[in-house]
């Protein structure tokens, strides 16, 4: 298993604690320090079944400042969250080809 994980947020902290308390040890990714490239982003997406503005964390200051009201297309979207990571909602854990969004922490139960 891989977590794209932000040691700063509560709900990551939790999903990782939730998988290492049902004894897995999965691939911490820090994705704020190394997003995801193009390709990585578009197959978790694929595994999510989710567009790119269902994964954007549009409360954050960066998607306010630069992408609020505009009309983005999906590899605009994509590029903008690869450019700014912190605009991808988190944690997303992925196993094989699955993944889902530890939010709440639970959901990462299905993959265990």
């Not at 505009?70 to 994509?78: G, N, Q, R, V």
Request: contains cysteine.
């Amino acid at each position: 298993m891989k977590i794209y994980h932000n040691p700063r947020c509560m709900k990551s902290r939790q999903t990782l604690a939730l998988l290492e308390e049902n004894g897995v040890e999965p691939e911490i990714v820090l994705y704020l320090e190394k997003p995801p490239s193009k390709t990585a982003l578009k197959k978790i997406l694929k595994m999510l079944n989710l567009k790119p503005e269902q994964l954007l964390r549009k409360g954050e200051s960066i998607y306010k400042e630069k992408f609020k009201g505009k009309d983005l297309s999906t590899a605009e979207l994509i590029d903008a969250m690869i450019e700014y990571p912190k605009l991808i909602e988190r944690p997303i854990v992925v196993k094989g080809d699955q993944a889902v969004i530890g939010r709440p922490p639970e959901n990462v139960l299905t993959l265990i």
